[in-house]
C-alpha cells in the first residue's frame, strides 16, 4: 500500500483536553512526524479544528482511535497525500 | 508518445471506500509516484473530489478502471500535464 | 528569430479526442518540452483549454496544425515569450 | 509527548503592561526561542494580541502562568504545531 | 545614461501581424534579452497586448520604430525600469 | 530580557520633518540595523506611518523618546518580535 | 546618518519629458543603483508615476531637484527605507 504522507482532518472535540492536550497526544503516535491543529471554529461545547498530520506512513484508523480517546470525533477528511514526494493541490495555490 | 507527468481529476465517490482507501489504492497503480485527494463537496450520497497525482508516465486509462472498481467515477478531467519537466498554468499563479 | 520559449493558448476541443489524448499529442511535437492543459470550461459539446506549452524554439503553425488535426481550434493566443531566458508579466503576479 | 513547536494564542491584555513589556517577558520564559505579537484589536481597556510563540519544547501551562502574571488572558489557543519539523496549515497558504 | 532593463508597454495590434509574429519580431530587435506579450483584450479590430521586454540597454524608440513598422502602436508606457540590476515595485508584490 | 528584533508602528507625524528626515533620524538610533517607513494616511495637518523598525536589541523607549523629539508620536505599537530567530505571524501570509 | 537604501515617491509628471527619459534620468543620479516607474494614472496633461528608487545612500533633495528639473514634481513620498538591510513591511506581504 503507498504510505500515507500528510492528512487533513476536520474535528470535532469538547472543551476538555485542550488543543495542546490534544494536538501533543495525535503528535506522539507512532509514524506521526509532525502534526498543527488550527482552530476554525469555537462553539458553546465544541471546538472544530483543521488538523494536518505528516509522516512516513500514517494510519488513519490508529488516529481516529485516538481522537476517541481524546473524546473527539473526525467529522471528515478533508485532504490525504500518499506516494514518495508531497504533492500539492494547485487549485490551493500553496 | 510524451509521457503524462500530472493529472487533476474531479472524481465522485460514495462514502465507501474511505478517502484513504481510496487514494492509497490509486498510489498503489504503476506509475503513480504521489497522489493527493483534497475533498471539495460533501452530499448525502456522495463526495467529491479533487485528485492530484503525479509520476512519470501516468496511464489514464488504468487510473479510470481502478477508480471504477472503487466504486467511483472520473466527472471531469480538470489539467492535463506532460513533458521533461512540469509546467505550471501562469493564469493559476502556483 | 528570435525563438518563442512559451505559448499560452485558448482551445475549443470536442469531447474526442480526450484532454489527454490531445495534450500528449501536443507534447510530442517536435520542440515542445511541455505542455500542461488546463480545463476552463465544458460545455455541452465542447471544452475550454488553457493550455500551456514551453520549449525551446516553439512552432505555433505546427501546433495549430496539429490542433486542427485532433478535431479542436485555437481560439485565442493569450500569452506568447520569447528570448534567452523567461520574462514573467509582472501584472500576473507569477 | 511530541513537543510543542509552536503556538498562536489570542491574548487580551490590559494597555499596562506595554505590548513590548508583555512579549519579552514571553521571550524570556524557558523554550522560548522567538514571539511575535500583532496587535489586532485596540478597545478602551484591553488590546487583544495574536502571539505566535516558537521553540523547541513550549510549555503551554508556564506560558498561561506568565501571561496571568503580566495581568493578561489567554482568549483562546488558535494554532498548535508540535513534531520533529514544521507543518503548515495548507489552507492557510503560508 | 542609466541603461533600460525592463519595459512594460500597451501596445494596440491589428489582428495581422499575428501576436507571435509580432512578440518575435520584438524580441530579435538588439538589446532584447527576452519579451513576453499577454493579451489583455480583444476587439473586433484590434487586439491590447501587454508587452514586457527585458534586456541590458533597451531602446525605446527602436521599439517604437518597430512596433510601427507592424502596424501596431504603442497606447502607453506602462513600466520603465533602468539600473544595475532589477527593482520591483512593491505595492504590485512581485 | 529577550532582545527586540523588530517593532512595527504607527506613527503620526506632523508634515515636518519629512518623512526622509524622520527615518533617518530612526535608522540612526543605537541598535537600529533598518527602518522602512510607509505613509498609510495624509491629513492636512499629519501623516499616519506604519514604521518597520529592525535590529538586535530594539529599544522601543529610545525610539519613543526619538520620536518626540521629531514632533511625532506613536499612536499604537502594532506588532512586537523577539527572540533567537524571527517569526512570522501565520495568518498575516508572510 | 542612516543611508536611504529605498524610497518610492509619488510623482506628477507632464508627457514631456516620456516616463523612459525621466526614469534613467533619475537612474544616473549619483548613488542611484536602480529605479522603476510605475504608470498609476493617466490623466489629460499629466502622468502619475510610483517610482522606486533603490541605492546605497539614496539623497532626496538631489532626486527632488532633478524631478523639478524635469518638470515634474513629488507629489507625496510613500515609503522610505534605510540601514544596513532591506527590511519589508509586513503588511504589504511582500
Known amino acids: 500500500m503507498a504510505p500515507i504522507t500528510r492528512l487533513v482532518l476536520d474535528v470535532l472535540k469538547p472543551h476538555d483536553p485542550s488543543v495542546v492536550a490534544f494536538t501533543t497526544a495525535?503528535?506522539?503516535l507512532e509514524g506521526v512526524e509532525a502534526a498543527t491543529a488550527t482552530v476554525v471554529e469555537?462553539?458553546?461545547n465544541v471546538k472544530?479544528?483543521?488538523l494536518t498530520i505528516e509522516g512516513?506512513?500514517?494510519d488513519l484508523e490508529a488516529i481516529r482511535e485516538e481522537v476517541t480517546d481524546?473524546?473527539?470525533s473526525i467529522h471528515s477528511v478533508d485532504q490525504v497525500a500518499c506516494g514518495e514526494r508531497p504533492v500539492d493541490d494547485p487549485w490551493l495555490g500553496n
Open 26 to 28: 495525535i503528535g506522539d
Open 48 to 50: 472544530t479544528l483543521r
Open 42 to 44: 469555537v462553539d458553546e
Open 56 to 58: 512516513n506512513d500514517l
Open 70 to 72: 481524546l473524546s473527539a
